[in-house]
């Protein structure tokens, strides 16, 4: 089934079993990825764009939990906490730590990187490797800890 096709049941469920939360996090979504399909007009948006996205709408939220912690509204941290768990269900599983340590340290030797100035060419090459799968801020420190030693 089809990510948007997914959502579109999802909210239906939603509305059935009258879950506020989820019904409000999934047309927010919803309307995030017309957004976008809008602004890539004329061409239409691929299953690659809806997946950017929903992880666009995960990393607003882990700011925004760590912004209301340090303010200490714990209500708005609940808040985004339960729209983040939503977000996360519709994304494709995501890779381990130690699988991304595995990637880096292939990639590492691949291109015979020794310095913290080879980092931004590490990264890229693991983000491409892992196709979108990992945590991009995991594979920044995981590829910083590897190439200061």
Do not use: C, W
Request: hydrophobic share 40%; net charge positive.
């Amino acid at each position: 089934m089809e990510i948007r096709e997914r959502i579109m049941n999802d909210i239906k469920v939603a509305m059935k079993e009258k879950n506020s939360i989820r019904l409000s996090t999934l047309r927010f979504l919803q309307s995030a990825i017309k957004n976008r399909e809008i602004e890539m007009r004329p061409n239409s948006i691929t299953h690659e764009e809806v997946i950017g996205v929903i992880k666009k709408l995960v990393k607003q939220r882990k700011e925004s939990i760590e912004q209301y912690k340090a303010g200490g509204r714990q209500d708005l941290v609940d808040q985004e906490m339960a729209e983040l768990s939503i977000l996360e269900e519709l994304l494709p599983a995501q890779l381990s730590q130690d699988q991304v340590e595995a990637v880096v340290k292939d990639v590492v030797a691949a291109l015979n990187a020794k310095s913290p100035k080879d980092m931004g060419a590490v990264i890229k090459e693991v983000i491409q490797r892992t196709q979108g799968n990992a945590d991009n801020k995991m594979v920044s420190e995981l590829v910083k800890k590897s190439l200061s030693l």
